[in-house]
């Protein structure tokens, strides 16, 4: 029997968002430790708040496959949802910044909520209809576990992109 993924979306989105907020601070509550950088806010820059999505989002999703194994699309639909989270935050960002000019910090939370709202929809949407339909689930998994590594790749060796720029330092990573 399919589980009524209605609570499961809504508890993922809860403890994604708490999740996010929390690794917002984490790096500067441990006094800016090595450990906690790879998987939390080391600056404001946008990269570093769609890692606040993403590791929240993937960790949810680990938790939730054990308890979904029926859906044969599972990690494809994943891989969907928080590849729509990661990049409708740089969307939501830059556009509303181009239109707008410099959001306020309550706009960036908007959005960080926001995208994250649209993500854990989108899955259900996909997993309600059972419309993706997935050829490679483990090549799906392995894509997510890349977007992991190149999170924590990139907080070490940041390149010197604006997406990666932080806007109140003009730094990148760890710089």
């Not at 450990?35 to 946008?46: D, H, K, Q, R, Y």
């Not at 309600?128 to 190149?150: E, M, Q, T, V, Y």
Request: hydrophobic share 50%.
């Amino acid at each position: 029997m399919k589980r009524d993924i209605s609570l499961w979306q809504l508890g993922g989105f809860a403890l994604s968002t708490f999740g996010g907020t929390l690794l917002h601070f984490l790096y500067d509550l441990t006094n800016k430790s090595i450990f906690a950088a790879p998987f939390s806010g080391i600056n404001e820059s946008t990269w570093e708040h769609m890692k606040l999505l993403f590791f929240p989002m993937f960790i949810f999703s680990l938790l939730q496959s054990r308890f979904f194994k029926e859906y044969k699309n599972y990690w494809c639909v994943k891989l969907f949802g928080i590849i729509s989270g990661l990049v409708l935050i740089p969307i939501l960002f830059y556009t509303y910044n181009g239109v707008i000019g410099k959001s306020p910090d309550w706009v960036n939370i908007a959005i960080f909520f926001f995208s994250a709202a649209l993500a854990f929809l989108l899955e259900w949407r996909l997993f309600k209809n059972d419309s993706l339909k997935c050829k490679r689930p483990h090549l799906a998994f392995g894509l997510i576990c890349l977007i992991g590594i190149l999170f924590v790749v990139f907080t070490f060796v940041t390149p010197g992109l604006g997406i990666f720029q932080d806007p109140l330092t003009g730094t990148y990573g760890l710089t």
